[in-house]
């Protein structure tokens, strides 16, 4: 049936539901049972056998287990006597390194799937005679659904009742222009854009509001019959990962060379060119290889970057894009409202002017205790006005405490009313609206026409700016005066001193059958509003300010107010006077207008255009942008800024779409919170990565001199060269050192000086030349002490000390240097400051992880059956215990005096 042809009250007859009940519990899960839930066609999270699968298609992953083809091969060929130890240890090792990244990227993928599941969106619906907010997916076929300005149009909905709807069809039609809707029939032959009694889902409220019944939902949509388009895009990589991606890429080619040098310098000292020999050296060079570049790298950070969603979700932070969390460590300004965000939108009427007289007004916030100093016809009918030209409620509770339903200046106005002692609700029930023009951010007004006993008056309120010039007389009915205009205006910039914000309003009679038009307005008064900061906000700009971070606040506020507000929070610098207007910024292009966004700090009556036009320049200064957003108008900024923030309490469903971030909250410190998280996310990657390489170049630089000495000193066991590692003991190694340690980085905490350091260069390489030189540094010093022990304990070497047998002397040297290995990762708990600064202690995750790998390769130096099998010997006690104390300082020490010289240079 196409709905769209029939007037409202036949489709209200079709769905059996009236404007005042809505549909009934049972009939909405009859509905539900018939039509299921409104939501497209979810594909859901990749299959576990998919997640474990995806981990056998990395080329390395490959190329190891062409190496146990070949381990088994050589082995057949050898006679086939025993196990086939080589082969069976690269599997092992190859299913254990598929199995950790299979958890770890399933356990993230958990994890945004609970993250996604907590932005569900809402919908104000009727059912059995309620107003209820519940999830999108909840919507039935004859549901009747409030829609406001800024609201996503959550099913396929005819308009039976609505005041000057506009909708963004972009969606579906590719025109970015607003479409105006009216309840009514349309031809049943009429296109998308032609059905202009309809809202279809997934597009926007620009304007207005009104009810509509829905029709269609989940598949059965119009964005449900092309959702196979919107479902088949892929994410994007993050910057962080496409850098790791080359990063890994040239190291594996690097180390793959180096592994094919050391291959042909075993075969030249073996002198000899068999099939057994080019087996060995084939799956030797491709282990070493492969140990070298880290193979587990992506789905470490895909933890990382979870772990660090899942912590900001528990900060009032939800992440909508993971890319979000790496980005928000590069912010180097952040662009915020005042409303709110600053300020604690609690909004309360301090202060009156009539004709002339100052009225204050006592109490705070939404408590309904208070009085006004002085009252009269004109005070009264001021209030009546603020109270008829809003909308929203007040739920109170026994304590004369209320909660604030809807907009928090209309509320201010309800809690005047109750405090001057007249009833908001018989006001309005008197009073009955008729039509309405609602308010817009280049309106910055709203007016409300309503009708007691046949006569019909227009309420209005808004900035003095915008209902100033239409007003023509006074609340006598006389001509307003100069004289009474610049008073007025003295008011409101008297007002806007003191951090109050000025409404005015005002009023007219609308004679029958005369449009409602704002014009010829009586003049009532000023009300003053006071939403004063919140405590916290000067701590956290002081944060940011030692952090590097600009903070600039964009208001559509007065100046005067913004500058109070901005002062008091620390915002304004000394040479800083007054805030910046979007009159003064409309005429700027390029050089001169970055000239004053590098100057000013608080920037005030601006619009949305305005405030895209503010970041845009910012972005072009090379700046990365962070900004809050809670309005329609918004959303432009918000998916331009690099992190886009929008509000979780008091921002509309469009803001929310194009963000990146939502705050549950609205704080502003909240924001600062999410940088530091960021910057804590990013810092326990690089250490990861850091870490992790000065291991496996370490490796790779013994494995390297240690064949080109024993080439050089003949050194040979069982007839061939003694190579210092096997491929079964080198892939335990890089198991052991590099899956539960890096684990434990990614869960690292915050350090003391996170927030004093300068925001980094998203363009900068993830490791810096001095964190470079720290893994070149650290890694030889994990060869030397490797090569010098086989040098020290094998006969023929140039300081032999003691003669252990030559599979002894392997083993003790492959027990130091896997301890060696996660020793060293306390050396990248602080890329900057040495262990014993205490700037940042380990964490316990890390001190565990080191444990657990350590007890592990004891375990195996201990048991004969494991030793064996990875053709290692059984150690000593006094060994073991006199590598295990002198290793640490050997590791550390080196290592912490290269951050102290780098430090003092």
Not at 285 to 305: D, F, H, I, K, N
Not at 554 to 579: F, M, N, W
Request: glycine fraction near 8%.
């Amino acid at each position: 049936m196409r709905f769209a042809s029939l007037q409202p009250n036949e489709i209200l007859e079709h769905f059996e539901v009236t404007l005042e009940s809505g549909l009934s519990q049972s009939r909405v899960l009859e509905k539900r049972k018939e039509f299921g839930l409104n939501q497209l066609e979810d594909r859901g999270p990749p299959s576990p056998w998919k997640i474990l699968l995806a981990q056998f298609q990395d080329l390395m992953v490959l190329i190891l287990l062409v190496a146990t083809a070949v381990a088994f091969f050589s082995w057949w060929m050898d006679g086939a006597e025993g196990l086939p130890t080589d082969a069976i240890v690269i599997l092992v090792i190859v299913l254990a390194n598929a199995w950790l990244g299979f958890s770890q990227e399933y356990k993230a993928e958990q994890i945004i799937r609970e993250l996604q599941a907590s932005t569900k969106a809402t919908a104000q619906v009727l059912r059995d005679g309620r107003l209820l907010q519940v999830e999108q997916s909840e919507l039935v076929p004859g549901d009747l659904v409030q829609l406001q300005e800024g609201d996503l149009v959550p099913a396929d909905l005819i308009l039976v009742n609505g005041q000057h709807i506009g909708a963004n069809e972009s969606l579906l039609t590719g025109e970015s222009v607003p479409v105006d809707k009216t309840p009514g029939a349309v031809t049943e032959s009429s296109s998308i854009p032609e059905r202009t009694n309809e809202l279809f889902a997934g597009t926007t409220v620009t304007a207005g509001k009104g009810v509509g019944i829905v029709v269609a939902t989940g598949s059965h949509t119009e964005l449900g019959k092309i959702a196979h388009t919107l479902q088949t895009t892929t994410s994007e990589e993050t910057p962080l990962e496409k850098r790791l991606d080359v990063l890994g890429r040239q190291i594996g080619w690097g180390v793959l060379i180096l592994s094919v040098l050391i291959g042909g310098v075993v075969l030249l000292v073996e002198g000899k060119v068999d099939t057994p020999t080019l087996l060995r050296v084939c799956m030797f060079s491709v282990a070493l290889a492969v140990a070298a570049v880290p193979e587990g790298l992506p789905a470490v950070l895909t933890v990382s970057l979870s772990i660090g969603a899942s912590k900001l979700a528990k900060n009032n932070v939800l992440c909508r894009q993971m890319s979000a969390v790496e980005t928000l460590g590069s912010v180097t300004t952040i662009v915020t409202d005042k409303t709110g965000t600053l300020t604690k939108n609690e909004m309360t009427v301090r202060s009156l002017y009539c004709d002339g007289k100052t009225i204050s007004v006592s109490g705070d916030g939404y408590h309904l205790e208070g009085e006004l100093s002085h009252t009269d016809e004109q005070v009264e009918a001021l209030i009546d006005c603020g109270v008829l030209a809003s909308g929203g409620s007040l739920e109170k509770d026994s304590q004369q405490q209320a909660t604030a339903v809807g907009d928090p200046m209309d509320a201010a106005f309800l809690v005047l009313a109750e405090k001057s002692g007249r009833n908001w609700q018989t006001l309005r029930g008197e009073w009955k609206e008729i039509d309405s023009l609602p308010f817009s951010s280049e309106r910055a007004r709203v007016s409300i026409l309503r009708e007691r006993d046949g006569h019909r008056q227009l309420f209005v309120k808004g900035s003095c700016d915008t209902v100033l010039p239409l007003c023509t007389t006074d609340f006598e009915g006389r001509p307003l005066t100069e004289e009474q205009l610049s008073a007025i205006r003295k008011a409101e910039h008297s007002f806007a001193e003191k951090a109050l914000r000025g409404l005015a309003l005002a009023r007219r009679s609308v004679p029958d059958g005369e449009e409602m038009k704002e014009e010829s307005l009586q003049f009532l008064g000023l009300a003053a509003f006071e939403d004063p900061p919140r405590q916290e906000v000067r701590e956290a700009v002081e944060l940011c300010q030692k952090a590097g971070i600009r903070v600039l606040m964009c208001t559509g506020d007065h100046p005067k107010t913004a500058q109070a507000i901005a002062s008091r929070v620390g915002l304004l610098e000394a040479d800083e006077k007054q805030a910046l207007t979007g009159a003064e910024i409309a005429e700027l292009e390029g050089e001169a207008l970055a000239q004053v966004t590098r100057k000013h700090h608080v920037f005030a009556r601006f619009s949305p255009q305005q405030k895209l036009k503010l970041v845009e320049s910012l972005i072009e200064q090379g700046e990365v942008v962070a900004m809050t957003g809670d309005g329609v108008n918004d959303a432009p900024a918000l998916k331009k800024v690099h992190v886009g923030v929008a509000m979780g309490k008091s921002g509309t469903a469009v803001a929310v779409e194009a963000s990146d971030l939502v705050l549950t909250d609205d704080r502003f410190n909240t924001i600062v919170n999410a940088v530091k998280e960021g910057r804590v996310v990013y810092g326990n990657i690089q250490r990861f990565i850091a870490f992790l390489f000065s291991g496996n170049f370490g490796v790779v630089v013994a494995m390297f001199f240690g064949s080109l000495l024993a080439g050089f000193f003949d050194l040979r066991y069982n007839g061939t060269i003694l190579l210092p590692l096997s491929a079964a003991q080198i892939l335990w190694m890089n198991l052991v050192t590099d899956g539960a340690p890096a684990l434990a980085f990614a869960m690292g905490r915050s350090s003391e000086h996170v927030m004093t350091h300068p925001p980094r260069n998203p363009k900068d390489p993830i490791l810096s030349k001095e964190i470079w030189r720290l893994v070149f540094s650290s890694g030889f010093v994990l060869a030397a002490l490797f090569l010098t022990l086989l040098d020290l304990l094998y006969i023929g070497g140039v300081f032999t000390v003691v003669e252990f047998d030559p599979v002894y002397t392997r083993t003790l040297a492959f027990y130091a240097l896997v301890t060696a290995r996660l020793v060293n990762a306390f050396t990248f708990t602080d890329l900057e400051r040495g262990i014993w600064s205490g700037a940042t202690l380990p964490n316990s995750y890390l001190i565990g992880a080191v444990l657990f790998s350590w007890l592990l390769t004891l375990g195996l130096v201990s048991f004969p059956v494991a030793a064996d099998f990875f053709g290692l010997a059984i150690l000593k006690f006094h060994h073991v215990l006199y590598a295990t104390l002198t290793i640490p300082a050997l590791v550390l020490l080196p290592s912490n005096m290269v951050k102290f010289w780098q430090r003092k240079r």
